[in-house]
């Protein structure tokens, strides 16, 4: 059984330590995602580390996860790169605190429970094709520019250094934890490939070689738009998208540290730190984020469990780019590659796949299909949206094919059917065809003892079902019916029979 975190945790014991060290971890690996994150929404490469720094801060103090990293990430520069080419940086520094806007909302309004209704096949789905992804992303790091500006991959000597560069590095990632855990085994492989490529002076893509990272603090700046209506009708569609984006990843990402961790953190209070992150990066020149599986899970696996490690990875992050640019542009590419690699074989669900043959078909279809549209599309919000809404529509044929009615007539002629499984709109047409009005006897009993009316749909069916046996002259009795059907009925106190002790306590379309 999960407990939950002490969200309030900077009294909890803490290994200082193992936070440190895994907050520069995390810190390093953050430097090229968020250069590569800004230039595919085409920006700055500081919109996007001013974007890891503040997102990390402050959702690492308070956020709803201790443990769990934010930063600039690819969902929201997808979502994004349309309104910059088309209108600009500043549309985009408004839109990103509009977004946050938005997420505080909805973390105010406790909307963060309903990723409760994400089913495990959409999980499974959403972590494996991000898994993927991530995977995927690390290729580009083995492709230069030729002489005319196009990428292409690598070739000889310089393949088989890159090569060996990810190799040692995953070998010590994979393999220092077999030897002692009292050092992180990711921030150990980053240092010794540094410290071979500085030694042996070897000739190998670096972190400089993508973009320079050096700036100062993070500067306010108000977006110099034009405050009218016309320009909320251009931001707002965008703003909504990253909202949502947003915070479908950060609480999946959520959900996940959960399971790796064995507690629970909190997704409301999540989502407003989600928002004010959102919205204070805004105002401090950045592109906005989220959560960050990758980031997330290397913080986790190094054993960091507070919030001092996120605090710690960001403002790292922000000594780097104001008095360490040198130092970490020398960083090899390969060090950072191999720790990926690393991330995406972690984060696959390999248990997953041992499911075929035994989960369900319909699941497992899901659970490829969001795969699929997560790698493809690369659009995590529209990959679990269709996966949540194929998995309710099978939930619901499934369960509108369940209904079932044993009838009987008693002794003294009067016929009774007894109902079996939950009336809804998916089983109406099947409950209505249990009935023979025009043949049944002058007295009707339907029991719902072992059923349950769960939406208007099936009040609506009652109230028609009744009004045909009334205007055929027929009597017809309701059992074991909730108060509060009894309440939305018509003719209720012609056709109920109420016995207080049995009849079931449920609500018709609010939380029971």
Request: glycine share 8%.
């Amino acid at each position: 059984m999960k407990k939950y975190i002490n969200l309030f945790d900077f009294k909890q014991k803490v290994d200082y330590k193992i936070e440190i060290l895994s907050g520069l971890t995390v810190a390093l690996a953050l430097v090229p995602e968020a250069i590569a994150f800004a230039m595919i929404a085409g920006l700055s490469p500081l919109t996007g580390l001013y974007a890891a720094f503040t997102m990390g801060l402050i959702t690492s103090i308070l956020g709803g996860r201790p443990g769990m990293i934010s930063g600039a990430t690819g969902a929201v520069a997808v979502v994004i790169v349309a309104l910059a080419i088309s209108h600009g940086v500043e549309y985009v520094f408004a839109t990103v605190v509009l977004a946050g806007l938005i997420q505080m909302t909805a973390g105010f309004l406790k909307l963060g429970k309903f990723i409760r209704l994400v089913p495990h096949p959409v999980m499974f789905g959403f972590v494996n094709g991000l898994a993927i992804v991530i995977f995927m992303s690390q290729l580009d790091q083995f492709k230069v520019e030729n002489a005319t500006g196009v990428l292409e991959w690598m070739t000889g000597s310089q393949l088989f250094i890159m090569l060996g560069l990810v190799s040692l590095t995953m070998l010590i990632i994979w393999g220092l934890p077999r030897l002692t855990k009292k050092i992180p085994s990711s921030l150990t492989a980053i240092l010794v490939v540094i410290a071979a490529v500085l030694l042996l002076d070897i000739d190998t893509k670096t972190v400089g070689d993508i973009a320079s990272i050096k700036g100062g603090f993070p500067p306010f700046h108000i977006p110099d738009l034009p405050f009218n209506f016309e320009t909320l009708t251009i931001i707002f569609p965008y703003a909504l998208i990253v909202a949502g984006v947003g915070l479908i990843e950060s609480l999946l990402t959520l959900n996940l540290i959960d399971e790796i961790t064995e507690t629970r953190g909190w997704g409301n209070k999540e989502a407003v730190a989600q928002g004010i992150a959102n919205t204070v990066t805004g105002f401090f020149s950045g592109m906005g984020g989220c959560a960050m599986i990758g980031q997330s899970l290397i913080n986790v696996s190094s054993g960091a469990r507070a919030r001092l490690s996120g605090i710690v990875a960001a403002v790292m992050l922000l000594v780097f780019i104001m008095f360490g640019s040198d130092l970490i542009e020398q960083v090899p590419m390969a060090a950072l590659t191999g720790l990926m690699i690393m991330v995406s074989i972690g984060t696959f669900e390999w248990a997953s796949l041992r499911t075929f043959g035994k989960m369900p078909k319909m699941d497992v279809a899901v659970m490829v299909l969001v795969s699929l549209i997560t790698v493809f599309l690369h659009n995590l919000a529209l990959a679990v949206l269709i996966g949540v809404v194929i998995s309710a529509m099978v939930f619901a044929w499934e369960n509108a094919t369940r209904i079932r009615a044993r009838k009987n007539i008693d002794q003294n002629g009067v016929k009774h059917y007894e109902i079996y499984g939950p009336l809804f709109f998916g089983s109406v047409a099947t409950f209505n065809d249990k009935f023979d009005v025009l043949n049944d006897p002058e007295e009707v009993v339907i029991d719902f003892a072992e059923s349950r009316v769960a939406d208007m749909s099936g009040i609506e069916a009652l109230n028609k079902l009744t009004e045909r046996y009334l205007k055929v002259g027929k009597k017809v009795h309701l059992k074991h019916l909730s108060e509060d059907c009894r309440r939305l009925l018509a003719n209720a106190d012609q056709l109920i029979d109420v016995k207080i002790m049995e009849d079931p306590v449920y609500k018709v379309l609010t939380n029971a």
